[in-house]
């Protein structure tokens, strides 16, 4: 029903930026909320940040202060803005979808590989 795609990964040094985004499509109906989780290696997944449908944002206290998410309506785009990177936020990002038709889970991105490394 509902697709997203995420793309921006890649490798970037400590105190670097890198901007995620997610583009969804199919059939979104009453958006809950959308969120980025991140789950590192041998680490469980966590919320990184998530953005509700009125525009509320909330963030983990590991990235308030360096990250930003943000939403284009009018494009169904969903972004994450990382600055300052660092060693621990290497991980595999995903973008999550939730509403009132999705699964319990919502809807999941394929993940994009972020590596932070020197």
């Known amino acids: 029903q509902v697709q997203l795609v995420e793309s921006g990964g890649g490798l970037v040094q400590p105190g670097g930026s890198l901007r995620l985004s997610c583009a969804a499509s199919?059939?979104?109906?009453?958006?809950?909320?959308m969120g980025w989780y991140r789950q590192a290696p041998g680490k469980e997944r966590e919320l990184v940040a998530a953005i509700t449908s009125g525009g509320t944002t909330n963030y983990a206290d590991s990235v308030k202060g360096r990250f930003t998410i943000s939403r284009d309506n009018a494009k169904n785009m969903v972004y994450l803005q990382m600055n300052s990177l660092k060693p621990e936020d290497a991980a595999v990002y995903y973008c999550n979808l939730r509403s009132i038709r999705a699964p319990s889970l919502g809807y999941w991105g394929q993940g994009t590989q972020v590596t932070v490394s020197s």
């Open positions: 199919g059939s979104i109906f009453s958006i809950s909320r």
